[in-house]
């Protein structure tokens, strides 16, 4: 078992930027995968960045050059650093992990971004 918590959301204006945070209960050294995926109402939720153990990592077309994701094994964390924010960023954003064949979800965090 895995869990995971989100925070770092909130309200910004276009242009701005947030740092979301995923806590995760075990480490993260060995996940296999983990990422950040975002839902709308009425939509299914859709990749935003993902990375892979040892392996590179991949980003939505939409925020290519906008978005950096990243970890910290140390302290079994994840990161989604968004820069250049516009309001169709505007989301609940989740992190989700790869682990043991299973795959874990937080509870989300919402982003919304005004213009």
């Known amino acids: 078992q895995v869990q995971l918590v989100e925070s770092g959301g909130g309200l910004v204006q276009a242009g701005g930027s947030l740092r979301l945070s995923c806590a995760a209960s075990?480490?993260?050294?060995?996940?296999?995968?983990m990422g950040w995926y975002r839902q709308t109402p009425g939509r299914q939720r859709e990749l935003v960045a993902h990375?892979?153990?040892?392996?590179?990592?991949n980003y939505a077309d939409s925020v290519k050059g906008r978005f950096t994701i990243s970890t910290d094994n140390a302290k079994n964390m994840v990161y989604l650093q968004m820069n250049s924010l516009k309001p169709e960023d505007t989301a609940v954003y989740y992190c989700?992990?790869?682990?043991?064949?299973?795959?874990?979800w937080g509870q989300g965090t919402q982003v919304t971004v005004s213009s």
């Open positions: 075990n480490s993260i050294f060995n996940m296999y995968a």
């Open positions: 989700g992990v790869s682990y043991g064949g299973n795959s874990y």
């Open positions: 990375i892979t153990s040892g392996g590179p990592t």
